[in-house]
């Protein structure tokens, strides 16, 4: 074999390996249940935030800056010209969106019509957060990110209703495989970038971002008094976010490091959530660790049933 | 091309372009901030990330056709942005006070009103956003929104002056030594409103 064939074949053992659907049943209920508590937390605010007259009034420039980088990215702006013509105004037409992504969030945590469910969901949620990307923050990308991957993926997985009410057949252990490295890929990347960003900043070597992301509001549920008993911990903290995420993309495919990175990126984001009130940033960050690392790292994978189908047997050893 | 080389070409295009908007937000973050290299170096950094903006067929050179192409992928896929959150460092949180003033001179402050903590921190995103951005044509007329939005709770008044304003952070020595947050003052802007015609 050549050194050209022994590489194809390892990238192709890399890309397709055969994996049960795990993963993806994580990914499916973590994901909706975060666009559940995103509907629910911002419920109130939905039309303040989201409106073009009334409120912060914001999505029209928004829309107007999004049309400037492309004009095909989905914006409430065309659910409202389309609910224009059906004669309905602004804000009933924001209120179907909010109704629509509810739904289509309680269809893909218990698995009914999980494909639409997921096109739906990724559609209303990107044009959601396009038309509000003043207010948007980091954890609306992540929540794309699972959603475009959720889309994408073989649904539906084994514990979904459609699999186990409408009889829908295994899917493809390679495909399932090739979407898992996917996400894991992704993880990687997201780590390493944010580890050396924070690398190059002294202070996460000396422990004083870590005090300042502690009292900055609106991050600053511990009193400063109470976080001065805990300043010697801080440059170890500081530290250890940096070399947990920095070395993250080497670390956690080694079997002997994997689960103590695992655990130590989720007590990280556990910690982030409690301390620092970023509950949804904390979620949806664990949910994408569990599904890409959790089954086979924290628990044992569960085995590939027989009736997987498979295409991809060029990547099979 | 068979299902399989798709899936392979995917891959790798889909991942080069997530670590090229990475690298090249990295490499605007090394232009832009104090880290540990020397700030002669905040050119070269620039010049690496326009590199990578035409890398990403994002510079203006590129054909518009391709340019939005490549932009719309990056938005529908979520990886039109890097991930370095809280980095390199932790800057203070800017903030908007109004200042309302009432046709019978009294005065009154308030800052923008959101119900729940979820809305909260969106609001602070979109402050930091404004806060820390060079570009007073974008700054202006988010403020003026939110003025409006106050306006509205607050229709008697006449004239609003918002003010942004950023919270410096003390340090854990001078915390220690008694000295807490402090406001800096960023930018002001004052808008008159007719006052509100009264209920029948």
Not at chain 1, 224 to 250: D, M, R
């Amino acid at each position: 074999m050549s050194r050209a064939q022994f590489a194809r074949r390892r990238l192709l053992e890399f890309l397709f390996p055969q994996e049960s659907d795990t993963w993806l049943s994580i990914l499916r209920v973590g994901v909706a249940a975060q666009l559940l508590v995103f509907c629910f937390s911002i419920r109130s605010d939905w039309r303040y935030l989201l409106a073009a007259s009334g409120g912060l009034s914001s999505r029209g420039l928004a829309e107007k800056i999004l049309s400037l980088e492309s004009v095909f990215v989905p914006r409430l702006g065309w659910f409202v010209n389309l609910g224009t013509q059906a004669g309905l105004n602004e804000q009933r037409v924001l209120a179907i969106v909010w109704f629509a992504l509810t739904i289509a969030a309680f269809l893909l945590l218990i698995g009914l019509f999980c494909r639409t469910a997921a096109i739906t969901a990724w559609l209303l949620h990107l044009a959601t957060i396009k038309s509000g990307d003043f207010v948007a923050y980091g954890v609306d990308n992540f929540v794309t990110i699972a959603l475009f991957y959720l889309m994408l993926a073989p649904l539906p997985d084994r514990y979904s209703v459609d699999a186990r009410w409408r009889k829908f057949p295994a899917q493809d252990r390679h495909l399932l495989g090739f979407w898992r490295r996917v996400l894991q890929t992704h993880l990687c990347l997201i780590y390493f970038f944010g580890g050396i960003a924070k690398d190059v900043g002294v202070g996460w070597w000396n422990g004083e971002a870590v005090w300042r992301a502690l009292i900055r509001p609106p991050f600053n549920l511990i009193p400063p008094q109470t976080l001065l008993h805990w300043k010697i911990l801080f440059p170890a903290v500081g530290v250890a976010t940096v070399i947990l995420e920095t070395a993250y993309p080497f670390l956690i495919w080694q079997k002997s490091t994997a689960r103590t990175w695992l655990i130590g990126v989720l007590t990280m984001h556990i910690a982030i959530g409690a301390a620092m009130g970023m509950y949804l940033f904390a979620l949806i960050m664990i949910v994408l660790n569990l599904a890409a690392f959790g089954p086979g790292v924290l628990w044992r994978q569960s085995k590939v049933t027989s009736n997987c189908r498979s295409y991809a047997n060029t990547a099979a050893p | 091309m068979s299902r399989q080389k798709f899936y392979v070409a995917g891959y790798f295009i889909h991942f080069f372009l997530i670590a090229t908007v990475a690298t090249r937000e990295f490499f605007w973050v090394l232009s832009q901030s104090r880290t540990i290299f020397s700030s002669s170096l905040n050119q070269t950094w620039r010049k690496a990330e326009e590199a990578s903006s035409v890398a990403l067929l994002q510079d203006p050179h590129t054909p518009s056709g391709l340019r939005q192409a490549t932009a719309t992928y990056l938005h529908l896929a979520g990886i039109e942005s890097g991930y370095g959150f809280f980095a390199p460092n932790i800057t203070g949180q800017c903030k908007l006070v109004f200042e309302l003033h009432y046709p019978d001179g009294r005065t009154e402050s308030a800052v923008p009103a959101v119900s729940s903590d979820a809305s909260g921190l969106r609001v602070a995103t979109l402050l930091d956003k404004i806060g820390w951005s060079k570009y007073d044509a974008l700054r202006e007329p988010i403020i003026k929104m939110f003025t409006q939005a106050a306006w509205r709770e607050h229709r008697d008044a006449t004239m609003i002056r918002a003010v942004l304003g950023m919270v410096v952070l003390p340090t854990i020595d001078e915390y220690e030594n008694g000295i807490g947050s402090s406001n800096e003052f960023l930018y002001s802007y004052e808008y008159k409103f007719e006052p509100a015609a009264p209920k029948p």
